[in-house]
């Protein structure tokens, strides 16, 4: 897509004249990688459904996809994930102190982003609205995420609640924010963030099932990393709901077990997914909020030849291997 051949132009020349290098350089290598630019791309798809200024777009994408960076940055400390994108991640490649820094910086500079919008105050001012409650709920969602690790109980509702907080508010305000910077009624925004929600809760469950399931080579990330790290993901609530009182146990003592040989606990467990057919139970909770975004895309005010790249988005997640 040349929209996002020009943004990755643009990340490149971002960082030529910056100092110090030792800052910048891990953003540069964060922001230039080949991520999937799912948020980017949400940005200008709306842009382009209600007919917007797409050089405007420009700043708002970038600002997502760097606020998204940021918080990789920073999740790959707290996790301790050695892999993204198939690389060594930012901390690994350099140090935890510089990739907190670094990490802090970006954030800033997404900010700045909104700045260099050349369009009236009060859309700016929407924009960082949705944009800077975005950035507040992911931090409340990630703390959620570390809360869990210490709590001995956790509900399928609890969990999703910190999904929609982590993953999904930022898919959400790229639809918002582009139908805002394209000058879209109010119902059709409102629209777009329930489809974003939807479409987020949706992808952090592919997440979940592909981090047990997927081709590591394909994934571009470590498998199993979230049973290692004991995450309570929506596999191992969904196993506890529906296990037996043998299996309930075993599960809760390999997640309360932070020196088991992996393989052995990654084997133990994904038996026990199995048996109870955990990864189908969850595609099928995937389909669920796919048909809930695929709804909420037919309450906007466009034609359905407009809605199609979005539409082929959900069909797409269907089927996600990566």
């Known amino acids: 897509m040349r929209i996002m051949q020009e943004l990755d132009q643009y990340f490149t020349s971002l960082f030529r004249e910056l100092e110090p290098k030792t800052l910048y350089e891990p953003i540069e290598y964060t922001l230039t990688q080949s991520g999937k630019r799912l948020r980017p791309q949400m940005v200008f798809h709306v842009v382009e459904m209600f007919d917007g200024d797409l050089s405007q777009a420009s700043h708002v994408a970038a600002a997502f996809e760097m606020l998204h960076n940021f918080t990789l940055i920073h999740d790959d400390i707290m996790d301790e994930a050695p892999i993204r994108r198939g690389v060594p991640t930012v901390y690994k490649q350099w140090s935890t102190n510089r990739a907190i820094l670094s990490g802090d910086a970006l954030a800033i500079m997404a900010f700045q982003q909104l700045l260099k919008l050349q369009v009236p105050a009060r859309t700016i001012l929407n924009i960082s609205k949705v944009f800077s409650d975005c950035t507040l709920e992911i931090c409340e969602g990630q703390q959620y995420d570390m809360d869990f690790e210490m709590q001995e109980e956790v509900t399928i ?98 997640f309360q077990t932070s020196d088991m040989d992996f393989e052995r606990k990654f084997n133990t467990i994904t038996a026990i997914y199995e048996k109870l057919q955990i990864a189908e139970k969850t595609q099928s909770e995937i389909h669920v909020y796919l048909q809930k975004s695929q709804e909420a895309l037919q309450k906007v005010q466009v034609s359905a030849e407009k809605k199609a790249v979005l539409m082929q988005y959900i069909a797409n997640l269907e089927k996600r291997s990566k």
């Open 157 to 254: 509702a609890e969990y999703l609640r910190m999904i929609y907080l982590k993953t999904a508010v930022m898919f959400a305000g790229c639809l918002k924010s582009g139908a805002i910077l394209a000058g879209a009624d109010e119902q059709s925004q409102e629209a777009l963030y329930n489809v974003g929600i939807n479409l987020g809760i949706a992808f952090q469950l592919s997440d979940d099932l592909l981090d047990v399931y997927a081709d590591e080579h394909v994934f571009g990330k470590s498998v199993g990393s979230d049973i290692r790290d004991n995450k309570k993901t929506f596999l191992y609530l969904k196993a506890l709901e529906q296990a037996s009182a043998d299996d309930k146990a075993t599960l809760k003592h390999c």
